[in-house]
Each structure stands twice: as C-alpha cells, then as structure tokens.
C-alpha cells in the first residue's frame, strides 16, 4: 500500500506542478490572476479529496499480483507523460481561443459573495496586492485548470486490487463528483449564481461555449483512455485485476443511497449558510452530526 501511495503521489504532484505552472504563467503575461473566491472554492473540494486520497485504507486480502515498483515503470512513465501532453495542448488551445475572443468589455456576472466573506476577503488582503479583475482568459484558464486538477486525481487514483476503489472512499468521490458537476455547471453557464460567486465572465458566444466545453470533456476523458490504454499494454494482469476487484466490490443500492443520504447532509448545511450569512448554522450541524444519537446510529457508530 505504501509503494502504490507513494508511486500514486508522485505522479499527481508532478502533473500538477506542470499543469499549474504554465497556466500560472499564461496569466502573468496578460497581467491576469485567479480571483480569491475562486481558488478558496476549488480549493476547499480538491482539499478534501487530496486528504481522502492520502488516508485510502488498504484492502484486508493480499492481492494475486505485484504493483509496479517505480514511477519509471513504462506503464508509469508512459501514462504521466501523455496525460502531461493531453492536458497542456489542452490548455495551450483554451488560451489560444480566449485571447483571440477577448474584447476586454466582457460581461461579468453579478458578483454573489456572503458577508462573512466579503469581510474575511477584506481583513485579510494586503494593501499592495493587485485587486482581482475578471478577465475572459482568467474564466477560461481557471476552468480548463480545475477540470485538469480533477482529472489528474481520479485518472491517478487506482484503488484495487491493493487499495479500496474509488467507489469505497466516499469523501474522496463526493469531492470530486461535486468538483466536476460544479465546473461543468459554471462552464455551460446554466446558473447565473454559481457564476456570479466565481466571479465569471460571460462566454462571448455559444459556439465559444462549446468549444470551452469540448476542451473540458477532452481533457478529463482523454488522459483517462489514455492512461488505461497505456496501463492495458503494460500491465494486463493488473488492470483485469483491479476491475474485477472494484466490481466485486461495488456497493449496493442502499449502501450507495446510504452514502448519498449522508452526503446530502452537508449540502443541505451549506445552502443554508449560505442562505442565512450565518457561522452558527454550521455550528449547529456539526453539533448534530457529531452528537445526535440518530446520526450517530446512520453513521454506524452507535448500536
């Protein structure tokens, strides 16, 4: 378990350092940066996530096969290069198609900010930061770079046969699930709240919109047919190994409705959070999920 974490690990910390470097430096030379709601709300999700993913539990049987040994096993190396190539042209064409659209009048959707946040943002800025200014490239790159961070965590996480599958880390699952509906959500520009509160520019047109689109699907599904191309040719008996493992173990319908019901828990706290601006609701729902005799039993910690 320790040699797939720590092979696992490398390849996303790699890929990630690369992904963020140049769409870090694609921003700095337009004088362009990532709004401050923006990266506290990706990173909140992907928070969550990277912990689950660090804490995956091994499974109890020993597995039939040996995991690879080095992130310079082919199957390793292949896998991060072309995902690392995948993810770049990707990037490269998303930024390519925003500077030509660019006008500089782009419409900014109404900003939606709670309270507290508002004031946390204001107490904690410095007087010499630049403040954020929404830009059509800065929409673009935040959302191409954060459909990348989620893919790069979901291709590189293999679960079984040595690890629990991602169907069986819950947090880990929900957080990227939530990550993605909620990038594609923004991207297809269906809730003009949800854009407001990232601080997103209006797409110029819809075939602008979709070409955005487009680039988000084949970011997140290409590395991973590629990376399973690569882990088919070089590693069959592992791969073959590792779906029958996960569907040997995929939960039952009122497991996963279980799991779902749990989950809606927090959605629900979070709406009305930030319905009411209020810290204390938060408090309340903690109280309750870490001290109710009825969530404790939902949780299967109590009889």
Known sequence: CTLVSSVQNQQIMSLNCMITAYSLSALAIDGV?????????????????????????????????????????????????????????????????????????????????????????????????????????????????????????????????????????????????????????????????????????????????????LVLVVTVFGAFLWDRIVMLLFAPKLVAQGYKDAYTALPTFGQLAHKLALSSYWIVAMVAWGATDSIFVMIAAWYFWAKNPIMRRARGLED
């Open 33 to 213: 940066r990532f709004g401050e709601v923006q990266m506290i709300a990706t990173g909140m999700l992907l928070s969550v996530a990277g912990i689950a993913f660090t804490y995956a539990r091994p499974v109890e049987q020993l597995a039939p096969v040996q995991p690879l040994g080095s992130i310079f096993h082919p199957a390793v190396a292949l896998s991060t290069a072309g995902q690392l190539v995948i993810h770049l042209c990707a990037m490269v064409y998303a930024i390519r198609i925003a500077r030509d659209a660019a006008t500089g009048n782009e419409q900014v959707a109404e900003p939606y900010e709670p309270e507290f946040l508002t004031a946390f943002l204001a107490a904690s800025a410095s007087p010499a930061a630049k403040k954020f200014k929404p830009a059509l490239l800065n929409s673009v790159v935040f959302l191409v770079e954060t459909a990348q961070q989620v893919a790069v965590m979901a291709v590189n996480y293999k679960g079984r046969p040595f690890m629990l599958a991602s169907t069986e880390n819950a947090p880990m699952l929900f957080s990227l699930l939530a990550c993605g509906a909620g990038l594609f959500a923004a991207a297809s520009e269906r809730y003009p709240l949800l854009n407001g509160a990232l601080r997103l520019v209006a797409m110029p047109s819809e075939d602008f919109r979709n070409q955005i689109m």
